[in-house]
């Protein structure tokens, strides 16, 4: 099965934009989805299908997808985006489903 | 709108049968176009997906945890149910359960329930 590689650590400034990415071979064949994840709670999906935001998520949030990459984009960065952020993905050559290791977004 | 809620035994001894269940409220586990998840998240790790069941029985499951996993479902109840046999304590994870829906490339999960810390202790 296929895997996902996220960066582990990534931090933006208060109000700034920042970028999150996923790379793997899956990519080139389904589209990434993202998951927004606090201490103690449950993930909550912020974008999928590529760049489609469920009822209630922030339009700040966004995706895009190129090749093997999917990135999560926040503009504007707000105190309560800092969170874990897991992408994942539909391994189509053997219907596994697969994670990224997830980003540790900081908010300074 | 859809909610799941995890139950089951918070400690399991090693080697025997960790089993939960997923109820599903605010819809029907047998409308069409979803499947239902169990996911785990080690302590201070990332997600691992266990497999997924159709209200028609159909059933996936990773691959590196096929041997031992069984997913069952119960409409009746609206209710889906995990067992994971022979654990170890590397099989101490929250376990979540959630709804997913493959559509074209895509595929996602949402919601999510809350998830249940199962410890596997002597």
């Known amino acids: 099965s296929s895997e996902l590689t996220q960066d582990p650590a990534v931090s933006v400034a208060l109000g700034q934009t920042v970028r999150i990415t996923c790379q793997g071979d899956?990519?080139?064949?389904?589209?990434a989805s993202w998951y927004q994840q606090k201490p103690g709670q449950a993930p909550v999906l912020v974008i999928y299908?590529?760049?489609n935001r469920p009822s209630g998520i922030p339009d700040r949030f966004s995706g895009s997808a190129s090749g093997n990459t999917a990135s999560l984009t926040i503009t504007g960065a707000q105190a309560e985006d800092d969170a874990d952020y897991y992408c994942?993905?539909?391994?189509?050559?053997?219907?596994?489903?697969?994670f990224g290791g997830g980003t540790k977004l900081t908010v300074l | 709108q859809v909610q799941l809620q995890e139950s089951g035994p918070g400690l399991v001894k090693p080697s025997q049968t960790l089993s939960l269940t997923c109820t599903v409220s605010?819809?029907?586990?047998?409308?069409?176009?979803?499947?239902w998840s169990w996911i785990r998240q080690h302590p201070g790790r990332g997600l691992e997906w266990i497999g997924y069941?159709?209200?028609?029985?159909?059933?996936y499951y990773n691959s590196s945890l096929k041997s031992r996993v069984t997913i069952s479902v119960d409409t009746s109840k609206n209710q889906f149910s995990l067992n994971l046999n022979s654990v170890t304590a590397a099989d101490t994870a929250v376990y979540f359960c959630?709804?997913?829906?493959?559509?074209?490339?895509?595929?996602?999960?949402?919601?999510w329930g809350q998830g249940t810390l199962v410890t596997v202790s002597s």
């Open positions: 994942n993905s539909r391994d189509s050559s053997d219907d596994h489903v697969v």
């Open positions: 069941i159709y209200h028609s029985g159909t059933t």
């Open positions: 899956t990519l080139r064949n389904s589209y």
């Open positions: 605010g819809g029907s586990i047998s409308s069409g176009g979803y499947y």
């Open positions: 299908a590529k760049n």
């Open positions: 959630a709804r997913n829906r493959l559509s074209g490339t895509s595929y996602w999960f949402d919601p």
